[in-house]
């Protein structure tokens, strides 16, 4: 399976990105979707969750309310929508893809965003 990141970039204090994760060599709609972050010398962090079911979701309590995570099965492809950003939101955002009670996952490349004036 493989999961190809896209949409960082610079945006300014308060603006808005949307990050996009395209899947492929996996059944799609089996799997958990989550976007993770990580800074130079810090661990990767969850951000925000998606699960297929239900399509209940988990925030980050740093981002909730200002980002959103959603899925387009059809699609085979997760999204987070980043608003209100901060300097603070500054990092690499990788997509990964697991399958709940199996060791199957999957993570993307990353794609940098950098939020400053």
């Known amino acids: 399976g493989q999961l190809v990141e896209s949409g960082g970039g610079l945006v300014q204090p308060g603006g808005s990105l949307r990050l996009s994760c395209a899947a492929s060599?996996?059944?799609?709609?089996?799997?958990?979707m989550s976007w993770y972050r990580q800074t130079p010398g810090k661990q990767r962090e969850l951000v925000a969750r998606?699960?297929?079911?239900?399509?209940?979701?988990e925030y980050a309590d740093s981002v909730l309310g200002r980002f959103t995570i959603s899925r387009d099965n059809a699609k085979n492809t997760v999204y987070l929508q980043m608003n209100s950003l901060k300097p603070e939101d500054t990092a690499v955002y990788y997509c990964k893809a697991n399958r709940p009670l199996t060791s199957s996952n999957y993570w993307g490349q990353g794609t940098q965003v950098t939020v400053s004036s």
């Open positions: 998606m699960f297929s079911s239900y399509g209940r979701t």
């Open positions: 060599g996996f059944t799609f709609r089996w799997y958990v």
